[in-house]
């Protein structure tokens, strides 16, 4: 990955947990890295196939003076959601926040915040049974492209599906979205949770196997093989699922399963085992 580098910019601000810091203000000094392919405009000259460095400069002074936050952290998560949204082609960001004269009983350089963020390539599987279903899956995949943290990318075709689980129901509206995402997994999973809530969905009182207005699973997060409690990826039920499998052969078909190296279109040939609905 090429890089953009912008080293020791120093502007005066107003950030800190204590009062006097965020009325008598004092000076940080940024220091970006930007990971973006310059290839192509290197080959053409073209500064709009690049990341002007003056105009960064000028977005991250405005950001720094426009607002106020108690922590350094952020100040900087708040500037990387900025650059994201604003550059396309910005892949991988590392940012370092020094606070020099920061109110410390020591002798001490200077002390900073450094955080790295980059896009991150996920495909959620969305479905609904319940009210309105069509209207509440553009309704919930609209609030996913309107985060500055996420980008639609591509939606396969809806496709329905007989309810799993003996609850008397309707069919289920089915599809895959693919989207980039500066989220982490738990952030990702607490913000496609709230778009749920929004519309109509609780998970509390939920009956299980039940209709449900909008459900939003995480499928695949890179090749990312994670574990919790809370969230498992690759989702551990998506090759039982061809209203699964099917949508997102659509629209990934060569993408690799992390675990079995298979293709998404060779799992999805293969004989389905009975559909499990969490």
Not at 6 to 17: C, M, P, Q, R
Request: proline share 5%.
């Amino acid at each position: 990955m090429d890089e953009i580098r912008i080293s020791g910019l120093k502007i005066f601000a107003y950030h800190g947990v204590y009062a006097r810091e965020n009325e008598q203000g004092q000076d940080f000094i940024l220091h970006a890295v930007m990971g973006v392919s310059t290839q192509h405009a290197g080959l053409t000259d073209d500064l709009e196939a690049s990341i002007s460095y003056e105009e960064v400069c000028e977005i991250l002074q405005r950001e720094m003076k426009e607002h106020t936050w108690k922590l350094l952290e952020a100040v900087a998560e708040h500037i990387s959601i900025v650059l994201f949204a604003k550059y396309p082609i910005l892949q991988e960001l590392t940012l370092e926040i020094e606070k020099p004269d920061a109110p410390i009983d020591a002798d001490f350089r200077s002390v900073s915040v450094r955080i790295h963020r980059k896009r991150h390539t996920v495909y959620v599987a969305y479905g609904a049974n319940e009210g309105d279903c069509e209207n509440q899956i553009q309704e919930g995949i609209a609030a996913i492209d309107r985060d500055p943290c996420c980008r639609v990318r591509r939606m396969s075709r809806p496709v329905r599906s007989t309810p799993y689980g003996g609850v008397e129901q309707k069919d289920f509206y089915n599809g895959v979205l693919h989207m980039e995402t500066i989220y982490e997994p738990m952030e990702l999973l607490q913000f496609l949770q709230g778009i749920e809530a929004a519309q109509g969905r609780d998970r509390e009182h939920a009956v299980h196997w039940g209709p449900r207005p909008l459900d939003l699973d995480i499928l695949l997060y890179d090749d990312l093989v994670y574990d919790s409690k809370e969230l498992v990826i690759p989702h551990p039920e998506m090759a039982k699922r061809d209203f699964v499998m099917l949508p997102l052969a659509e629209i990934a078909p060569f993408v690799r399963h992390p675990l079995t190296g298979r293709t998404i279109r060779e799992m999805a040939e293969m004989p389905m085992e009975k559909h499990v609905r969490k």
